[in-house]
């Protein structure tokens, strides 16, 4: 399988706790992306990366989450101080990079806050 | 005014039926349109991408662009069972950009 993987699929933490996410993109894919979507909603941008630079951060990435792309290859997303609020599915999608803008999306990692 | 608007359903159609999935949205700078199929509990599923106006077909699926009217649509033609899923809208300014997506609308058919 080629596409996004994306670890762990669920994760359950009590609130204050931290939590990492890892992202494997499609292989060569330059464009690394985090999204945010809970029920009943569409994804929300939460950062962007194109190769281990991060260009673009959303005003919902607060100061306790923090992403990287250390080698240009897969990423972290890290929730420090979990909160009730930051349940939902984390999802990380690659692009090829250029001009192609099609996104192509991993299965999410689904986070409960309890 | 939210960037991208789309009816969230649900829509309950017969299998065989054509379905009409549409979204507005608000910025004329936007460039790029696409649509997504996601499976509950699963990621979303690029089906259909398109630049600027015009209509483009893959199979059963056709996607419509008017920028006059910031109008974009999906339509399934012969619709199956397994086309039930939430259907999402999503555009984009420029290459490279965050994608903004519409809520998604629910869709069910029933055999």
């Known amino acids: 399988d080629t596409g996004v993987s994306q670890n762990p699929r669920h994760k359950i933490t009590k609130r204050g706790q931290n939590v990492t996410f890892r992202c494997d993109p499609i292989?060569?894919?330059?464009?690394l992306y985090w999204y945010r979507q809970t029920l009943g909603q569409g994804p929300e941008f939460l950062t962007y990366f194109q190769n281990e630079a991060q260009l673009e951060k959303s005003r919902l990435l607060s100061d306790r989450f923090s992403a990287e792309r250390p080698k240009g290859s897969f990423s972290t997303l890290e929730i420090q101080r979990t909160e009730q609020g930051d349940s939902a599915m984390y999802l990380c999608?690659?692009?090829?990079?250029?001009?192609?803008?099609?996104?192509?999306f991993g299965p999410g990692t689904r986070l409960t806050v309890l | 005014q939210k960037e991208v608007e789309q009816d969230p359903g649900p829509l309950s159609v017969p299998e065989g039926a054509i379905v009409s999935l549409n979204c507005t949205y608000s910025?004329?700078?936007?460039?790029?349109f696409m649509w997504y199929r996601q499976y509950s509990r699963k990621g979303p599923e690029l089906l259909m991408y398109t630049y600027s106006s015009g209509n483009k077909e893959d199979g059963r699926f056709t996607a419509q662009v008017d920028k006059s009217s910031k109008y974009i649509s999906l339509f399934i033609r012969d619709s199956q069972p397994s086309d039930s899923a939430t259907y999402l809208c999503?555009?984009?300014?420029?290459?490279?950009?965050?994608?903004?997506f519409g809520k998604g609308t629910t869709l069910s058919v029933s055999s």
């Open positions: 910025n004329s700078a936007f460039q790029y």
């Open positions: 999503a555009i984009a300014n420029q290459a490279g950009t965050a994608l903004i």
């Open positions: 999608a690659s692009s090829p990079g250029g001009s192609d803008v099609e996104q192509f």
């Open positions: 292989s060569e894919h330059n464009r």
